[in-house]
């Protein structure tokens, strides 16, 4: 059995290889992107809400909090760019029950892109909210010489996060395709909800890793402030 999902290869035509890994990849995003439609096409401002628009309500309302908890900043601004990566971790995971499916999280070409999207994100949130020159000076906190450690610090969180989304996705694939092997009755049916238990444990845990990073960044500057200062920009904030 292959290791990754990018071992898997379906088509080769010159240079040009499409492997599982891109197949699932772009199954998930079609998948997310019809059920997105289907609840979103018919909503309702009324108390009739379908089922549908229900639960998607709770979930995106439940981010809301989750974010807000952790980041202790207004969660509207991340909600976007981290519930992406929560749902995108979480189906890619929840999909394994399908037959033939190969996580395309098992992949590190994937995770890497995953953990990239905050590398990217997290300056851009900070110059957000800071300007440039504002973040780019805690790159020196607390003196000049902590530069190139500030520096390895942000790319090493970046190779950390991909690994280990990479490693526990993979790993759990792998012992449930030997316990198939070996016992193919009830056991491997009970590691399977296990998996699933751990896709969805592991998604959120990614998700809560890059809130952190995201307004750690963008809170620098507030904590520099006074409290009279902060309070006078929550209030003009909210109105």
Known sequence: MPISPDKVVYLQWGGVTIN?????????????????????????????LSRWQNLLEV?????????????QQEPDQYLEFIGTL????????????????LPPTGSLSTTAGLAACVFIAVPLYGVMHQGLAGYLRHYLQPSLFMLPFNVIGEFSRT?????????????????VAILVSIVPLLFPIIMQVFGLLTGL????????????????SARSL??????????????????
């Open 20 to 48: 599982a890994t891109i197949v699932f990849t772009w199954a998930v995003v079609l998948v997310l992107s019809l059920g997105s439609w289907l609840i979103t096409r018919r909503l309702s401002t009324t108390e009739d």
């Open 59 to 71: 979930l995106v309302d439940g981010m809301r909090q989750q974010i807000r908890q952790i980041s």
């Open 86 to 101: 929560f749902l995108f971790i979480a189906s890619a995971n929840i999909l394994t029950i399908v037959p033939g499916y």
């Open 159 to 175: 190779v950390a996060l991909a690994v280990r989304l990479f490693g526990n996705v993979m790993s759990g694939h792998m012992i």
């Open 201 to 216: 444990i592991q998604a959120y845990i990614f998700a809560v890793l890059a809130i952190v990073y995201i307004a750690s």
């Open 222 to 239: 507030k904590e520099k402030q006074s409290p009279d200062e902060h309070n006078d920009m929550e209030q003009e904030h909210y109105g």
